[in-house]
């Protein structure tokens, strides 16, 4: 799976591994942060979450145009990297409760401009490595392990997030309860119909507090949760200083593909190392077209992807916080807990090359090794669980990125296998089945959700113990997802980056982006649908948008496929 990729793919693996660990650190907790810390309704809380990643996601085409045309790709990138520190220097500035939220929209903005000078590119960057003919039969494979590198820095950032609220809860002696703050913003706006169940529940924090103080204790409660996550956001500025120094210090293995189409050596504002290789192709006007077209079509299909995938973050965490079992037992809590699960998976790695034919001794005895070692470290771990185990919302984002790392290898290995028998699908039909596993995956919490009461029901609080479901609906749904991910995302990557015109390689990276921003702006949408209907109907809106889009991405796959080959 490694071999014969070149270095500066794991250059760049790594360096995105870094800021994309602090990114969804950020993200894993900013929903529950802007309720928490201001009240916001799921519908305003959507919205903001929404703006704020259609500016991510579209703020590549601009760095994409500054790379192609004024700084090229390695600066740009270096350039986003120090732009996206200062944004989260400013977002972990903690301020009291309602206050504060002007500097949380300037640190937003900043992220945002800073993600889209590095994010794009970074994934251009990786692209001009594989132009070379030596390297380009790999591009598909490259692209998904370059997604590995994603996904394993996003699998630990809910793990980063949950440690560092408990602590901070802890110095003040509290724990987290997600019942309190919307109770808690409700009793301080007048608006708490049943201040008496209130009550229990605070005195379950501090048995001090009474019906006099409890306006004092929401208050303290939820400075010290919303401290918190302004902590939990700090955690990207020390993975972002990894990734400055990954990136910056290994710059010999990728500057030969630091090169702007157009700029010759020795022109004005041309450095050393930016003139076009040979190999770069040339098109006429008509296939430049041809190829605009097919990108086109294919952003237009991935707007769909990303609104529905990025749930995640929006009326999935919603559905973890509000209608699941808050607490498991010791055998669902491996799932919980990262350091469980991760030597569970490595031990059946293990197993795998100790009993893999054709493997060497050597490999065969590290991987019995491997196997026992982690076997019993899972052993011992899952032994120090208690009978009944809480756990916080965020940590179900800890399971897409880690099916992405457990799943990757295998799904590489099926197409390669595809491969070498001609049989593999084309990026864009990969894209088409993606788009229908989609639909498949959210078609589980419709069925989970029936019979529910409805979010507005609920009037924004937690709903009753006899309606919370097992967490295994939500785990079900985020590995559907994860393999339609993959099937469609680093395909998608791979095929603009082999599509896209040389002298517009950044620019349609950042229109990659650019699909997924409005699919993020849409994300409000169906934030704002979660207070209208019965949640099984936000589910089956998006099984709909799913099926629709992939109907649509079948009907044009000729166009498409015949423009990979131009």
């Given at each position: 799976m490694l071999q014969g990729h070149p270095k500066g793919l794991f250059v760049a693996f790594f360096a995105n591994m870094?800021?994309?660990?602090?990114?969804?650190?950020?993200?894993?907790?900013?929903?529950?942060?802007?309720?928490?810390?201001?009240?916001?309704?799921?519908?305003?809380?959507?919205?903001?979450?929404?703006?704020?990643?259609?500016?991510?996601?579209?703020?590549?085409?601009?760095?994409?145009?500054l790379a192609d045309r004024v700084l090229g790709y390695g600066k740009t990138i270096g350039l986003g990297l120090v732009v996206m520190f200062v944004g989260y220097m400013l977002l972990a500035i903690p301020t009291a409760m309602n206050t504060g939220f002007p500097l949380i929209v300037v640190a937003l903005a900043t992220i945002a401009l800073g993600t889209g000078f590095f994010k794009g590119n970074l994934q251009a960057l990786v692209g001009k490595l594989y132009d070379d003919p030596k390297f380009s039969a790999s591009r598909d494979r490259a692209f998904s392990i370059f997604?590995?590198?994603i996904n394993i820095g996003a699998m630990f950032a809910p793990t980063a997030a949950e440690t560092i609220n408990n602590w901070?809860?802890?110095?003040?002696?509290?724990?987290y309860d997600n019942r309190i703050p919307a109770l808690a913003n409700q009793f301080l706006k007048g608006t708490l119909a049943d201040a008496g169940l209130y009550l229990g529940i605070a005195q379950k924090q501090d048995p001090a507090v009474t019906m006099d103080t409890l306006g004092a204790f929401s208050t303290n409660y939820i400075n010290v949760l919303s401290k918190s996550y302004h902590y939990g956001f700090g955690v990207a500025c020390v993975s972002l200083i990894a990734s400055m120094i990954i990136f910056w210090g290994f710059?010999?293995?990728?500057?030969?593909?630091d090169y702007m189409v157009g700029r010759k050596a020795g022109s004005p504002g041309a450095a050393k190392g930016t003139a076009a290789p040979a190999h770069v192709e040339s098109l006429t006007p008509e296939q430049t077209k041809e190829r605009l077209i097919a990108l086109a079509l294919v952003y237009f299909v991935v707007v769909f992807f990303w609104m529905s995938f990025h749930q995640n973050g929006v009326t999935m965490t919603y559905f973890a916080r509000d209608y699941t079992q808050p607490s498991v037992g010791k055998m669902t809590n491996l799932w919980f807990d990262l350091f469980g699960l991760l030597p569970i998976f490595l031990a059946v790695v293990g197993a795998y090359f100790a009993l893999r034919k054709g493997s060497s001794s050597l490999v065969r005895?590290?991987?019995?090794?491997?196997?026992?070692?982690?076997?019993?470290?899972?052993?011992?771990?899952?032994?120090?669980?208690?009978?009944?185990?809480p756990f916080t919302p965020q940590k179900f984002q800890h399971f897409n990125p880690f099916f992405i790392v457990a799943l990757t290898p295998l799904v590489v290995a099926i197409f390669s296998a595809l491969n070498s028998r001609g049989k593999e699908p084309s990026a864009p039909r990969k894209i088409g089945f993606g788009m229908l596993i989609t639909a498949v995956g959210f078609l589980v919490l419709v069925v989970g959700s029936i019979g529910l009461s409805s979010p507005k029901m609920l009037g924004g609080t937690v709903a009753p113990t006899d309606q919370l479901v097992s967490p295994y609906w939500l785990i079900s749904t985020y590995f559907i997802l994860t393999i339609a991910e993959l099937f469609l995302s680093p395909m998608g990557i791979s095929f603009v980056s082999k599509v896209a015109p040389p002298q517009y390689k950044g620019l349609m990276q950042g229109g990659w982006f650019a699909a997924t921003a409005i699919g993020n702006y849409l994300l409000a949408i169906i934030g704002f649908l979660w207070t209208k209907l019965p949640v099984w109907g936000t589910w089956m809106v998006l099984v709909t948008c799913c099926v629709l889009s992939a109907t649509f991405m079948f009907s044009v796959m000729k166009r498409l496929e015949r423009a990979t080959k131009s």
């Open positions: 870094g800021e994309r660990f602090g990114f969804y650190t950020m993200l894993a907790i900013f929903m529950l942060f802007l309720q928490a810390k201001y009240g916001l309704s799921a519908a305003r809380a959507s919205q903001v979450y929404g703006i704020f990643m259609f500016c991510v996601y579209f703020f590549p085409l601009v760095g994409g145009l997604y590995m590198g901070i809860l802890s110095k003040a002696h509290y724990f710059k010999k293995y990728y500057g030969h593909a005895g590290l991987g019995a090794i491997g196997f026992v070692l982690f076997a019993v470290l899972a052993y011992y771990r899952f032994n120090s669980y208690g009978a009944v185990n």
